[in-house]
């Protein structure tokens, strides 16, 4: 009995002590597309779940991105998080905006207690 209950304590010790997981890919799209001249904040990249038809833009890679928990005690990744991966992907890139995102469902799996993915695509405004 006390062997479980010490076993019990240093399993929630150490699950506190587990946060978010994260992370991302990207597929190049553009081989023409050339190299970022400065980067922007993440504040001032677009980010919209819908096509930008009022500016001409060069695709420049699609990307994708995951939040997962490590355990069941943390929270539900969030679509906040997934947004910062995407952003930080398309600063990375250069990118003035990120198009036509989408994001999944939160699902536990075998490697997490409950995970987001989202995916987008990095452009960059052409004049």
């Known amino acids: 009995m006390k062997v479980g209950i010490a076993l019990l304590l240093a399993s929630l010790v ?10 991302s890919s990207v597929e190049r799209v553009s081989a023409t597309a ?31 991105a995951y939040a997962a928990k490590s355990t069941i005690f943390d929270s ?3 679509e906040a998080m997934v947004k910062r991966e995407l952003l930080e992907q398309a600063q990375a890139l250069g990118a003035d905006a990120v198009i036509l995102v989408r994001y999944g469902t939160v699902g ?20």
């Open 76 to 78: 539900d990744p969030t």
């Open 34 to 64: 050339s190299q970022p001249t400065e980067t922007k904040a993440l504040h001032e990249i677009v980010f919209t779940e819908e096509d930008i038809t009022d500016k001409k833009y060069e695709v420049i890679a699609d990307i994708e």
């Open 108 to 127: 536990v799996s075998a490697f997490s207690w409950g995970s987001l993915e989202g995916n987008g695509r990095a452009v960059r405004f052409v004049e």
């Open 14 to 23: 150490l699950a506190g002590c587990v946060s978010h997981r994260s992370g």
